[in-house]
C-alpha cells in the first residue's frame, strides 16, 4: 500500500531558487494538507485542499503556493526560497470534508520532505 | 485560534515502566476531536490514539490509553509497559468538526532506557 508518496525526500536550494514539492496519495482521499515542521514548533498547516480544485490558506501560508491537480495529486512551490523556509515538510490527505460534523478524521501523513535553503 | 501545548519537551520513563504525556487546549468550541501522533526517526508520523469529544469514555489502544478531561481541556496519554520501540517525538494535536486545520503541539521527546 502506497498511501501517501512525496517527492523529493531531500533537497537543497539556493535563495532565490523555485522547486515544487509533489505529493500524491492513493486512498481515493477529498482533502489532501501540506504542513511543515520545525524544531519546537511541532506541525504547522501551509495550504490545505478539501477537495479537487478548491485551496485554502492555512497558519502559515506566506512564500509559498499550491495545486490540487486532480483528486490524487497536491503540490507545493517556493517561488523565491529563503532560508527562513528551510524545515521537514509532510503532506497529508484524509477522507473526510470540513463541516461534516460527528466524524473522527485522522490524517495520513507522507515520510516528509526534508528542505534546505542556504 | 486553538492552541495546543505539551509543557513536557522531553520525558524518559524505564523500559517496562509506565509514563504520561502531558497535553492541554484550548477551544471554544463543543465539537473536535484529539489525537496523539508518534514520529519515530524515520520521520513518519504514525496515529497513536484518538478520542471524539463527545465521548466520555477514555480512549485505550492496548499500552496505550488517554485521560480526557474535557472541563479542564486536558488530554494525557499513558503508555504502560513502555517498550524500546517506544522511544520518538509524540505530538498532541486538535481538529475542530467544522474545519480543515488539525493544530499540533510542540511536541515531547520520549526516551526509554534499558
Known amino acids: 500500500n502506497a498511501g501517501v508518496t512525496q517527492t523529493p525526500k531531500f533537497q537543497v536550494l539556493k535563495t532565490g531558487q523555485s522547486m515544487t514539492l509533489q505529493c500524491a496519495q492513493d486512498?481515493?482521499?477529498?482533502?489532501m494538507y501540506w504542513y511543515r515542521q520545525d524544531p519546537g514548533m511541532g506541525l504547522r498547516l501551509i495550504y490545505y485542499?478539501?477537495?479537487?480544485?478548491?485551496?485554502d490558506k492555512g497558519e502559515v501560508p506566506n512564500g509559498y503556493n499550491v495545486s490540487r491537480l486532480n483528486k490524487r495529486e497536491f503540490s507545493l512551490r517556493l517561488e523565491s526560497a529563503a532560508p527562513s523556509q528551510t524545515s521537514v515538510y509532510f503532506c497529508?490527505?484524509?477522507?473526510?470534508?470540513?463541516?461534516?460534523?460527528?466524524?473522527?478524521?485522522?490524517?495520513?501523513f507522507g515520510s516528509g520532505t526534508q528542505l534546505s535553503v542556504l | 485560534a486553538q492552541t495546543v501545548t505539551q509543557s513536557q519537551p522531553e520525558m524518559s520513563v524505564q523500559e517496562a515502566e509506565t509514563v504520561t504525556l502531558s497535553c492541554t487546549y484550548d477551544?471554544?468550541?463543543?465539537?473536535?476531536?484529539l489525537f496523539w501522533y508518534k514520529q519515530p526517526p524515520s520521520r513518519q508520523m504514525i496515529l497513536v490514539i484518538r478520542?471524539?469529544?463527545?465521548?466520555?469514555q477514555n480512549a485505550t489502544e492496548n499500552r496505550f490509553s488517554v485521560n480526557f478531561q474535557k472541563a479542564a481541556k486536558s488530554f494525557s496519554l499513558k503508555i504502560s509497559d513502555s517498550q524500546l520501540g517506544d522511544a520518538a517525538m509524540y505530538f498532541c494535536?486538535?481538529?475542530?468538526?467544522?474545519?480543515?486545520?488539525?493544530?499540533f503541539g510542540a511536541g515531547t521527546r520520549l526516551t526509554v532506557k534499558p
Open positions: 497529508a490527505s484524509s477522507h473526510g470534508q470540513p463541516g461534516t460534523g460527528g466524524v473522527s478524521e485522522k490524517l495520513f
Open positions: 486512498m481515493n482521499h477529498n482533502s
Open positions: 485542499s478539501a477537495s479537487e480544485g478548491t485551496t
Open positions: 477551544t471554544s468550541e463543543s465539537d473536535y476531536y
Open positions: 478520542q471524539e469529544a463527545y465521548k466520555q
Open positions: 494535536a486538535y481538529r475542530s468538526a467544522y474545519d480543515n486545520d488539525m493544530r
